[in-house]
DNA sequence: ATATACACGGATCCCCTATTTCC
DNA sequence: GGAAATAGGGGATCCGTGTA
């Protein structure tokens, strides 16, 4: 049988004592195959320096007749080969020990710890990570494969048989193809349940959405009749009627919002309770749940997505939704929100209510669906470039993305992998001490005229492939013939010799390079999602490295790379004031400066000039040229305030940094009259319209014309609640709310606003009320602590002082002396 | 455990001293 | 008059949220 293929979800077994991958994807006519196919596994036995032949043979003979029983099942070496590689970019020779079982190499790594072996690698992959390694079967691209058809076969323990797909196969032959479109099957979930904590009320209704398919299920009733919504008897038969559509539908992905977190747990926890199987696997099985920190559910054979948490590593830093709610993400990306509806416990519900309540329900798996359509380039370009099945992927960190392009691109470098470091070494490094970071000029506050903005291109990353640094180029002795920084931890120097990290970055960078051109050139969701995933990858690079749980950590390395950004940060801002040009402003890898009377052309000369002069890859580029550009003092008034800034460019259109205006946790109305008096101080430098303009402002929050919504606060739990050693506005706010059995905890954003009160109160915390509860806004409290601090230093730079302005103030202050 | 450091600014915490209150 | 309570000043610390 020969047939094309496109592998989405990897598995793996055991039968009689060995492993076989199991993967699970379509062909072209939209077929469901399940691949079974197995790699040979093994480790790696690096050996010490200069041993002889003999003792070699004889330690090889010795490997071989390893032989264990351990957790039941015998394993044996079965091969050694004696091979020339690199470690950590020095050459070695290494012992290939085959094995049968992938996961009894930690126990035959343990055997290995003889006199003769330096050590011990490449047992800590995995056994999905290690098979698509080994046979370059990679997730999302196109492949021809040769097998045997399984079926009714007593192979594999009949696995055929109870596998839900059109064919199982047997690899025999794989060829990779060119890449052809692939759409994959959606289906869209979503719950609505009386209590928020997993399995304690009742799940009233499930969503679910696909293309061309729509569908509520609930056991609740409704007087008109929605076509979509299907009734049944009870919720144990909303389990099973959820379990059947799965089936039918038969997605390769089930997608959710917060599904890892709610929906699907919800859904076991239920489905328990009533002992009903929730049978969604193609093999029958029910879904799984990680212990740990974070949960992730898995079912065999379907991917699940939890979109949320592929949105927050993926997505959040580019967003400018200030919560990652469903609500706010679907607005921003697709222009459209939830369906207006209270929220209400089932028993208040009634009549056409629950009509509203399906069409809520439905409308969620909606949005989720075409989320998840507008999110999937981006999602599979990551698997793509990563290598790593799209359930992996779509749940994990930057370094992840960075560790994993590694792992599956050593063998152009010959590199044994370096091993995930252990809970000792991890804590050691947590201890090490952060290292020294980047500069950042302290501005003198001002309004200026006329601003040029240079930005080096990925600054770090253009460093370490310049200047060669990595953990494997890292030198333990001084030497004349490298590249040495000094740094808060010492003079490190890097060999001259390309390491295999700064060259796998250099390829990053350039492959970075060319998809950006092609999507300039061919601007469509796929070239923007791949020259993402190559410029999140080349973006996170020195991120990894300081990072305590990556392979190839260095503080050595960290420490050089900042090193090397605050000294060209430092000379660029030299060059450009020797070339006559006053710098305002810099931070890490940008340079501001007044243009003075020059032309565009002229300060592009210069830019020109100082590229000319940068080693490498290193590139300095014009960020843009601005009309005007506002800087301030900080609160206490005594400095410049450093990353807090705005720019307005000759188009009109502003770029606001730092300020309160950015910020989330200020009140709408202060965020509101700043981003205004800002606007209008760059837009004609009229300082004293806006004066008048928060004038009225104050006016109208004095006269109690301000409406409560414009005033809240808004704070996230960034902890459980128990943790806090501060009691602080928003830890109180969050404890009436869990007196008042709203569910919160850590994540959730806390609203609160400040109220009036009676007794003379000094603490903040001590007025905070609940939007529900009654009480009148304190006039005193978003004067001075909101209003006035989000404009008093932006007047201070046309010495203005609002404060003394404000009528009332002057005499009260005096007044209470 | 789930990329890094720098920075701002509000609010509380905590120590100290001065003042007020209590007996 | 002296001890205890209270107020308030100011630096340290906690905390959340930005910029790069």
């Not at 399940?34 to 040979?40: F, L």
């Not at 009549?351 to 809520?360: I, L, P």
């Not at 470098?413 to 809970?423: F, S």
Request: charged share 35%; with cysteine.
């Amino acid at each position: 049988m020969k047939t094309d293929f496109i592998p989405i979800d990897y598995d793996y077994f055991d039968w009689h004592g060995r492993n076989y991958a199991k993967i699970t994807g379509r062909n072209s006519s939209g077929k469901r195959i399940c691949v079974i196919d197995t790699c040979p596994v093994y480790l790696w036995a690096i050996l010490k320096d200069k041993l002889s032949k003999d003792k070699i043979n004889k330690l090889i003979k010795k490997i071989e007749k390893i032989e264990l029983d351990t957790k039941g099942r015998k394993t044996r070496v079965e091969k050694v080969e004696i091979h020339d590689k690199n470690f950590l970019g020095k050459p070695v020779k290494a012992l290939k020990v085959f094995a049968t079982n992938y996961k009894d190499l930690h126990d035959v790594a343990d055997k290995l710890g003889l006199p003769e072996i330096e050590k011990r690698r490449g047992y800590d992959l995995g056994y999905i990570t290690h098979y698509i390694i080994e046979k370059k079967i990679t997730p999302l691209h196109w492949y021809e494969i040769e097998g045997e058809v399984l079926n009714n076969s007593e192979e594999f323990g009949g696995i055929d048989a109870v596998l839900d797909v059109d064919l199982c196969i047997k690899l025999d032959k794989v060829k990779e193809i060119n890449d052809k479109k692939f759409t994959p099957k959606i289906l869209a979930y979503d719950i609505e349940t009386d209590e928020i904590q997993i399995g304690k009320g009742e799940i009233l209704m499930i969503s679910l959405v696909s293309d061309g398919f729509k569908k509520v299920i609930t056991w609740k009733t409704a007087h008109k009749k929605q076509d979509y919504v299907e009734y049944v008897k009870d919720e144990a038969e909303l389990l099973e009627k959820f379990t059947e559509y799965v089936k039918k539908v038969s997605p390769d992905f089930l997608v959710g919002y917060f599904s890892d977190g709610f929906d699907l747990p919800y859904l076991k926890a239920r489905a328990e309770k009533h002992n009903v199987k929730l049978s969604l696997g193609l093999d029958g099985s029910q879904p799984r749940f990680s212990r740990g920190m974070s949960i992730t559910g898995k079912i065999k054979g379907i991917v699940h997505i939890d979109l949320l948490k592929f949105i927050r590593t993926a997505y959040a830093q580019y967003m400018t939704s200030e919560t990652l709610s469903l609500n706010e993400v679907a607005k921003e990306f697709l222009g459209d929100t939830k369906k207006d509806f209270k929220l209400e416990h089932s028993s208040k519900i009634s009549g056409t209510d629950w009509e509203k309540y399906y069409e809520y329900n439905l409308h969620d798996s909606v949005l989720t669906l075409n989320l998840f359509e507008k999110f999937w380039p981006d999602l599979s370009e990551f698997v793509k470039t990563t290598n790593e099945p799209v359930f992996e992927i779509s749940r994990a960190g930057l370094s992840k993305y960075t560790e994993s392009y590694i792992l599956h691109n050593l063998e152009k470098y010959n590199e044994i992998p370096e091993k995930r470091p252990g809970y000792e070494e991890i804590s050691k490094r947590k201890h090490s001490g952060g290292v020294e970071g980047a500069f950042v000029l302290e501005p003198k506050p001002g309004l200026y005229e006329n601003i040029a903005i240079f930005d080096f291109t990925s600054m770090h990353t253009s460093i370490i492939i310049s200047h060669n640094i990595s953990r494997s180029t890292l030198l333990e002795k001084p030497s004349k013939n490298a590249v040495s920084i000094k740094t808060d931890k010492g003079t490190f120097y890097f060999k001259k010799e390309k390491g295999f990290f700064p060259l796998m970055l250099r390829e990053i960078f350039e492959l970075r390079k060319k998809f950006k051109k092609q999507y300039q050139k061919n601007p469509n969701p796929i070239t923007k999602a791949r020259s993402n995933a190559f410029k999140v990858l080349s973006a996170s690079a020195h991120g990894y490295i300081g990072f305590f749980g990556g392979r190839y950590y260095s503080i050595e390395a960290s420490a050089s790379i900042l090193a090397f950004v605050r000294k060209f940060n430092k000379e660029t801002i030299k060059k450009v004031e020797d070339s006559g040009h006053k710098v305002i402003y810099a931070d890490t890898d940008s340079v501001a400066l007044l243009m003075n009377n020059k032309s565009e052309s002229e300060i592009k000369k210069l830019l020109t000039k100082l590229n000319s002069e940068l080693p490498g890859v290193m590139e300095l580029e014009l960020e843009d040229f601005y009309k005007r550009g506002l800087w301030v003092t900080t609160r206490a008034g005594t400095t410049g305030a450093k990353k807090k800034y705005a720019l307005i460019d000759k188009k009109g259109k502003t770029k606001i940094r730092g300020f309160e205006t950015v910020r989330r946790d200020w009140c709408k109305l202060a965020r509101d009259m700043q981003n205004k008096v800002i606007r209008q101080i760059l837009k004609d430098g009229n300082e004293k319209q806006a004066l008048k303009y928060v004038k009225e402002i104050i006016k109208e929050l004095k006269e109690r014309k301000i409406s409560k919504e414009d005033l809240v606060i808004r704070t996230q739990l960034k902890k459980p609640l128990s943790e806090y050693k501060a009691t602080t506005p928003h830890v109180i706010a969050a404890r009436k709310m869990i007196e008042k059995k709203i569910p919160i905890g850590q994540g959730n954003l806390i609203e609160y606003y400040v109220a009036e009160t009676r007794d003379k109160k000094k603490l903040v915390r001590d007025k905070v009320k609940l939007l529900d509860e009654k009480g009148e806004y304190n006039k005193k409290y978003y004067l001075e602590r909101q209003i006035l601090p989000a404009v008093e230093n932006i007047f201070q730079v046309f010495n203005i002082n609002v404060q003394e302005i404000i009528e009332g103030k002057k005499q009260m202050t005096l007044g209470d002396f």
